[in-house]
């Protein structure tokens, strides 16, 4: 049975998609066999698999990132705005009909058992699954059919990494304030933090970093730097 390991965010934006593309090649090039997951992604620019099925743009940037050609099981659900309430729902890489926010959110708990099948296929085909979440886990009206965050983690009994933009300013509020906003089993389930997008002098924010550790008690795994380009990545 494959580990996995999740990487959710404090908010959108904050470079969980890079980080998850990051891992799934440092594991492939360590020599396991890795695959990206996605339980629900909202994207205007799809991918089209070979099968012709839709998925979102990041989960095939990550399959290229872990050498592996992009399936439908890496995004079971690509959610395409279609107005400021309302959106195309594509369900395992086929459109299955529009649908307001209130529509979705009322449907969502039916797609549990489909984003486990699509996990435990990828589980039983790899050693690592490198789960993304989506926006921040501390949304709390969203919380009840959750499907993308908190409640996936659970559901896989995988391990999550909060990742905290730095560029944006205030990371320190953003990561104690999302884990304040968790329930206590959510948290047991936070191994570690993460802080992206910096630039400066690392002598600088150690004091921050040592005063977030004491304050959350969870151990900062890693600063990253702002990338100012990021290459494309090719599956050879």
Same mark, same amino acid.
């Given at each position: 049975?494959?580990?996995?390991?999740?990487?959710?965010?404090?908010?959108?934006?904050?470079?969980?998609?890079?980080?998850?593309?990051?891992?799934?090649?440092?594991?492939?090039?360590?020599? =396991?066999?890795?695959?990206?997951?996605?339980?629900?992604?909202?994207?205007?620019?799809?991918?089209?698999?070979?099968?012709?099925?839709?998925?979102? /743009?990041?989960?095939?940037?990550?399959?290229?990132?872990? /050498?592996?050609?992009?399936?439908?099981?890496?995004?079971?659900?690509?959610?395409?705005?279609?107005?400021?309430?309302?959106?195309?729902?594509?369900?395992?890489?086929?459109?299955?009909?529009?649908?307001?926010?209130?529509? =979705?959110?009322?449907?969502?708990?039916?797609?549990?058992?489909?984003?486990?099948?699509?996990?435990?296929?990828?589980?039983?085909?790899?050693?690592?699954?490198?789960?993304?979440?989506?926006?921040? #886990?501390?949304?709390?009206?969203?919380?009840?059919?959750?499907?993308?965050?908190?409640?996936?983690?659970?559901?896989?009994?995988? #391990?999550?990494?909060? %990742?905290?933009?730095?560029?944006?300013?205030?990371?320190?509020?953003?990561?104690?304030?999302?884990?304040?906003?968790?329930?206590?089993?959510?948290?047991?389930?936070?191994?570690?933090?993460?802080?992206?997008?910096?630039?400066?002098?690392?002598?600088?924010?150690? #004091?921050? %970093?040592?005063?977030?550790?004491?304050?959350?008690?969870?151990?900062?795994?890693?600063?990253?730097?702002?990338?100012?380009?990021?290459? #494309?990545?090719?599956?050879?």
């Amino acid at each position: 049975m494959a580990k996995k390991i999740m990487v959710q965010g404090t908010g959108s934006g904050v470079g969980k998609s890079v980080i998850v593309a990051a891992l799934c090649r440092i594991f492939t090039q360590d020599g =396991y066999k890795v695959a990206p997951f996605k339980s629900q992604n909202m994207a205007l620019n799809s991918y089209v698999t070979k099968d012709g099925l839709e998925i979102g /743009r990041a989960q095939a940037f990550q399959a290229f990132a872990a /050498r592996k050609k992009p399936t439908v099981e890496m995004n079971p659900i690509l959610l395409k705005p279609s107005s400021g309430t309302a959106a195309q729902v594509i369900v395992r890489g086929k459109p299955i009909g529009n649908m307001t926010a209130k529509e =979705y959110h009322d449907y969502k708990p039916k797609a549990l058992n489909l984003i486990k099948d699509c996990f435990e296929k990828l589980e039983r085909e790899n050693d690592i699954v490198v789960i993304e979440g989506a926006g921040s #886990p501390a949304e709390v009206n969203l919380r009840e059919n959750d499907i993308v965050n908190m409640s996936i983690a659970k559901l896989l009994d995988a #391990p999550v990494l909060l %990742l905290g933009d730095i560029d944006k300013g205030g990371v320190f509020a953003w990561i104690v304030g999302t884990l304040e906003l968790l329930e206590e089993e959510e948290k047991e389930l936070v191994k570690g933090i993460l802080i992206n997008k910096f630039r400066g002098d690392m002598d600088i924010l150690k #004091p921050g %970093l040592g005063f977030l550790e004491k304050r959350v008690n969870k151990p900062v795994m890693g600063v990253i730097p702002y990338f100012q380009d990021i290459i #494309p990545i090719r599956t050879n």
